[in-house]
Each structure stands twice: as structure tokens, then as C-alpha cells.
């Protein structure tokens, strides 16, 4: 069957299982999720997924040679593989471009007070902004005392009052891993603890770990099960404080059995397990405390989180006769703690700006036909039929009820594999680009726009370069792409209709940041702002962000939507790039960032933080310090 098909399929066959349901479907469906028992009822649902397991296995056995046998048996034995994968700053005092107002996503660089606090290679480092200084104050390890950082990665940092929280990922400690901080006024550093959470990798290439709303600390997390290990608990969420010396056996469940949901779906043990687990953290308390909500489903994911909830997307691949269908499920998760509900679907989405809970009470969707989540890499691919799909949140209840075949609105498909996507204003925007390959030489591309709350078509608006980002400009919007070897930004107007309204190409050069955090838009009002996002030279695939610094970061003008260039603070080659590194040594989120506090403007790049200022129509040097391990030693 072809993808044109497909997510005709799909949404039939969600359409179609409400009317298959089990027997007292059609009375009042209950509100949300139903959680289990008791801990033996999980044990027993595990004892007979074993058994089962056992049946099957002598039944094969007795089907096919040895060879074959013992083949089929690894695989059914193996587990599905893990995905790789006070209150909070006020939004004046934001430096992060992040999807939700209030809800702040870990980065590399955070604004404390008169300090800038970095993460870098393994390491936190302070730097004083203060009236018009800049000057590295302090640097700690990003890990505990004791802690060996081999095969550990620490890769995004959140600021809860005077409380730094580095996340990381152990592969040899049991998961994620979170070191506390405390940041003095005068911007030095102070160990507090570290603390694990059992989980397996969801590391992916666009979203972030970790979320901040006041002084709650938010992870979405996986646990990939073996469902045939009999005893379940060894995989089930858990937490424990560091020491030397500690053992697995001090991590302590922080979901009892009457937190984890499912569904009256039934699971595929064969097609994988997965615990989709979101678990808050309180910061304001002396000692953090942690408790997890979590939901039995597929193991395939792509998670989106708003100001109160978790929405966790499932996919799960079945053969349906002659063809492979999804089976998608959406569940969502409150963060106060109450019952999870969930919604059959059909598809799945590219990645966490697929997603928008809207004011009016409406859950919108970006999906595709084919797609399995974003694993790692997964959401880099371009695969099926695309559709909006638009539904209430009413319609969330207890798993058994599929979103309506009207809730579904089908888009076109755009060309190319590297799929983005952002809701800006009352528009869902999307296209496709290069992604983190080499960009291909194109003059033909287009960006859709759709008004996703209307019955409206999707508008298609021809442009000169592909899609590697989509920003909001205010109301309106960006689209950032190149040609193959120039750099362009297309600005959009968002009206009643949307079209092109104005286009800045920067010859020979590249976007040095393919994550949403290396852009940021500083409005001066509703119609001017600024724009600053980093490059490297023409040509180059946006890999090198892993191992190579930026080049510049490049400052443009918007004034009612027309963008022309301030310029660029530049990079100094090789700047402190000795420095020892012991953990994070690839650059997994970028090391550039462009920075506004106040009326001043900065470039973080590798090591430098380089200040400039705004003049007239362009931005001068006004100083630049190195902050690196061995350039704050020798100032000491």
C-alpha cells in the first residue's frame, strides 16, 4: 500500500474502533485512565505475558529447524531498544526562545540575577554582566563529588531561585542524572547534591529532557520493559540520592502501582513495552522530592509539554492481513498529579512543535502517516501523508474512544525529508529542508501555512531556499533556509491570508544551530525587533555543530517585517578549546547562543562571550572575554 493511503487507513481504522469496543462501550465513558490495583495485579499481568511468551516460543520450536529456533528466541527475549535518544525566571529576564511562555526548557545558558551561568563540555561556568562588566566569576564540574563522568553526558541546565539543576544522562548510574547547584549573588558556585531518576535514553535531535514551570522541575522519561522477565520492578521508576559507595538497591519507587495507567487496549508484549513516565520535582525543598505518573503503552514516542499537562504520543506498527498499519494513542498527563486520559489516533507527529493546546481547549497536531516518534534522529525523516488533526480536549477520557474521522484534516505533502514545523499566531507553518545534512542546491522550495483553528485549505507560499526554521517574529514569522550555499530569512505575514513580505540573503553562509534555542527574537515593539542566530561558512552540513564552533552570530533588523543586516560578532578560531574535557566533549544541543538582557546584546560562542552594541543600523565590538577553564585560572 502506498503512503498516499496510508493515513487514510489509519484514520479509518481509529474511526473504526469505536465501534469495536468491548461491551459497555456505549455507555458514559469514564474521564480518565484506570490505574492498577496493586502491585500483584502488574506482577500477574507480567507472570502471564511470560507464559505466554513460553508457549509461543515451543510452539515455534516445534514449527522451524534449531537454527531458526534459537534465532526467534532472541529476538522475543530482547526487549524493544530504548529511543535515543523559588520560581522560575520571570519572562522579561528570558534569554531562551522556548515553545511555551512559562514553561522554560533546559539549555546552555541561563540568566541569574547579573550573571550569565553556562554549560559547557562537562562544566558550569558564571560570567558577571552587571552594569556594563563582563568577566568570568567561577567554573565546578557539572557532576558530584565522586562521580566518574566517563559515558555520562550533561547537556541542559535549568535556575530555580538560587538553585542550578544540571541534567544529565548516566549510562553506567541507571539514567537521568540531576546535580544541584546554589549560585550566590556574587555568582559563585556551591555543590549541593545529585540525585538519579532510573530511565532509559531519550535523547532525541530536536527536544529537550527537561522542563521548569515556578519550582517545579519536569522530565519526561521513558522505561523500556522486558515483558518476559517475570519480575517487572527492576525497570520501574525510581529514584535515589548520590553517595559514594551507593547501590542500586537504594533506588526508591516513586510510582506505586496506583499511579501507573493503562488502557483497555491491549498490549503487543512481542511489539515492545514502555512505562511513559513524567515525573515532577519539587526545587523549593531542602532535600528534592520526586514523585512519577505513569502510562503502559508502545514503545515509539513524541512528547510535548504545556503549561499543565504532558502529552505523550504513542505509535505502535501492526500487520493488518497483507499491510502494516499504525496504531497510535495520545495520552495526556496532568502535572498536579490527577489521572492521565488518553485518545485513540492515527499517525504521528514530527516532533514537540507539532503539537499546541490552544486556548480555546483544543488539542492541534502536525502528523504524518509513517512516522515512529523522534528517537533520536527519527523526526529528521519525511515520511507519508500528512493531516492536521484538531480535537477538544473533552474528548480525552478513559483510552477507549478514538478521535473523530472529521477531526482529521488532510494537508499536502511537501517535498524534501527534514520536516518543520511551528504554530505562530492563529497559522501552523511547515516545510521541509536539509536538515542536519549538507544543504542541497534548491531555488524551488515552498512553506504551507494553515489557519488551524478554520476550516481553511492550506496556503502554499513558493520561496528560494528550503525550511531549517520556523520562528515567530511577534505576530508574524521567519522562515530560515539556504539555497545550497547562501543563508536566506524569508519574513511572513500572518493576516487573514499569509504571504511573503520580505527576504534577507546572507551570502556564503549557513545556520550554525539547527536546535530552536540558537535563535531569539527581541521585539521593540509590534512592528521592530531584533534577530540573532548564529552561522559558519556556505555549504556546510549542520552537523559540524557537534565538534565546531560558530563562526559569528549574525544580528538582523526587523522593521515591519522588512529584515536587513546590523552585522555579526565574530568568533576567534580555537578559542579555549584546551580545556581538558572530561564529559560532554560533543556539542549534543550547539555551543552559540545569541543574548539580550536589557538594552545589551551578547554572542556566546564556544568559550567567548563577545558583547556588542546596537548604533544606528548596525552593531559594533564593544568587548569579548574568554571564559574557559584555563583563562579563569590564570585571572585567579
Not at 515455534?60 to 534465532?71: G, H, L, N, T, Y
Not at 572575554?625 to 590564570?634: D, N, T
Request: some cysteine.
Amino acid at each position: 500500500m502506498s503512503d498516499s493511503s496510508l493515513l487514510r487507513v489509519a484514520v479509518a481504522s481509529a474511526f473504526a474502533a469505536i465501534l469495536f469496543v468491548t461491551p459497555g462501550a456505549h455507555a458514559a465513558p469514564k474521564k480518565t485512565l484506570q490505574a492498577f490495583a496493586s502491585e500483584q495485579e502488574i506482577s500477574d499481568l507480567f507472570k502471564r505475558w511470560a507464559e505466554e511468551a513460553k508457549r509461543r516460543r515451543e510452539v515455534e520450536r516445534r514449527a522451524a529447524p534449531a537454527s531458526q529456533d534459537m534465532a526467534g528466541m532472541g529476538a522475543l527475549m530482547s526487549p524493544a531498544p530504548a529511543a535515543k535518544s523559588m520560581a522560575a525566571e520571570a519572562a522579561a529576564d528570558s534569554i531562551t526562545n522556548v515553545q511555551h511562555a512559562g514553561v522554560d526548557e533546559g539549555g546552555i545558558v541561563k540568566r541569574h540575577g547579573e550573571h550569565l551561568v553556562i554549560l559547557r563540555r562537562g562544566r558550569l561556568f558564571t560570567v558577571k554582566i552587571g552594569g556594563d562588566e563582563l568577566a568570568p566569576v567561577s567554573v565546578a564540574d557539572a557532576y558530584g563529588s565522586g562521580i566518574e563522568p566517563g559515558g555520562a553526558w550533561y547537556d541542559e541546565m535549568l535556575i530555580s531561585g538560587n538553585t542550578i539543576a544540571v541534567i544529565g544522562y548516566s549510562y553506567a548510574r541507571g539514567g537521568t542524572e540531576v546535580g544541584l547547584f546554589e549560585i550566590s549573588n556574587a555568582g559563585r558556585l556551591r555543590y549541593q547534591a545529585t540525585y538519579h531518576l532510573r530511565s532509559n535514553d531519550y535523547y532525541s535531535s530536536r527536544n529537550y529532557a527537561s522542563r521548569l514551570i515556578g519550582n517545579k522541575l519536569v522530565f519526561y522519561t521513558p522505561l523500556v520493559l522486558n515483558p518476559f522477565a517475570g519480575d517487572p520492578w527492576g525497570s520501574f521508576p525510581a529514584f535515589r540520592r548520590w553517595r559514594p559507595g551507593v547501590t542500586a538497591a537504594e533506588f526508591k519507587p516513586i510510582a506505586p502501582a496506583t499511579r501507573i495507567y493503562r488502557t483497555d487496549e491491549p498490549l503487543d508484549p512481542h511489539q515492545g513495552v514502555a512505562l511513559h513516565t513524567v515525573t515532577v520535582c519539587d526545587l523549593a525543598r531542602p532535600e528534592m522530592d520526586c514523585e512519577s505518573t505513569a502510562v503502559m503503552g508502545a514503545p515509539g514516542r513524541v512528547f510535548y509539554v504545556s503549561g499543565g499537562s504532558v502529552y505523550v504520543w504513542t505509535t505502535q506498527w501492526r500487520s493488518n492481513r497483507a499491510v502494516s498499519v499504525p496504531e497510535s494513542a495520545v495520552f495526556r498527563i496532568p502535572l498536579d498529579g490527577t489521572a492521565p486520559s488518553a485518545l485513540k489516533t492515527a499517525g504521528s507527529p514530527i516532533d514537540q512543535f507539532s503539537f499546541l493546546e490552544d486556548d480555546d481547549g483544543h488539542l492541534n497536531v502536525l502528523i504524518r502517516a509513517s512516522g515512529r516518534g523522534e528517537g533520536m534522529w527519527a523526526a529528521e525523516r519525511n515520511a507519508g501523508d500528512f493531516a492536521l488533526l484538531r480535537v477538544s480536549l473533552e474528548r480525552f477520557s478513559d483510552g477507549r474512544d478514538a478521535a473523530p474521522a472529521e477531526s482529521y484534516k488532510p494537508l499536502p505533502r511537501p517535498n524534501g525529508h527534514a520536516v518543520q514545523n511551528r504554530y505562530v499566531g492563529p497559522y501552523l507553518l511547515y516545510g521541509t529542508g536539509a536538515g542536519w545534512n549538507r544543504a542541497q542546491r534548491t531555488l524551488n522550495s515552498q512553506v504551507y501555512a494553515v489557519r488551524y483553528a478554520a476550516d481553511a485549505r492550506a496556503q502554499e507560499i513558493p520561496l528560494a531556499h528550503g525550511v531549517d526554521r520556523i520562528e515567530a517574529l511577534g505576530a508574524n514569522a521567519v522562515v530560515v533556509g539556504s539555497d545550497g550555499r547562501d543563508l536566506h530569512f524569508t519574513s511572513l505575514r500572518l493576516a487573514g491570508t499569509a504571504a511573503a513580505a520580505d527576504r534577507y540573503t546572507r551570502k556564503e553562509a549557513t545556520q550554525r544551530e539547527t536546535r530552536s534555542h540558537g535563535f531569539y527574537y527581541k521585539p521593540d515593539n509590534e512592528a521592530a525587533g531584533t534577530v540573532g542566530l548564529p552561522i559558519i561558512g556556505g555549504g556546510q552540513a549542520a552537523s559540524r555543530q557537534l565538534r565546531q564552533n560558530s563562526a559569528a552570530v549574525l544580528f538582523l533588523r526587523n522593521q515591519s517585517l522588512r529584515l536587513t543586516e546590523l552585522g555579526a560578532l565574530d568568533s576567534q578560531p580555537n578559542a579555549g578549546t584546551n580545556d581538558g574535557c572530561r564529559a560532554s566533549c560533543v556539542d549534543w544541543y550547539g555551543n552559540a547562543r545569541p543574548i539580550f538582557v536589557g538594552n545589551r546584546v551578547f554572542a556566546l560562542m564556544g568559550y567567548e562571550i563577545v558583547e556588542g552594541r546596537l548604533s544606528g543600523n548596525q552593531i559594533a565590538e564593544v568587548q569579548r572575554i574568554s571564559f574557559s577553564p584555563v583563562a579563569i585560572s590564570l585571572a585567579r
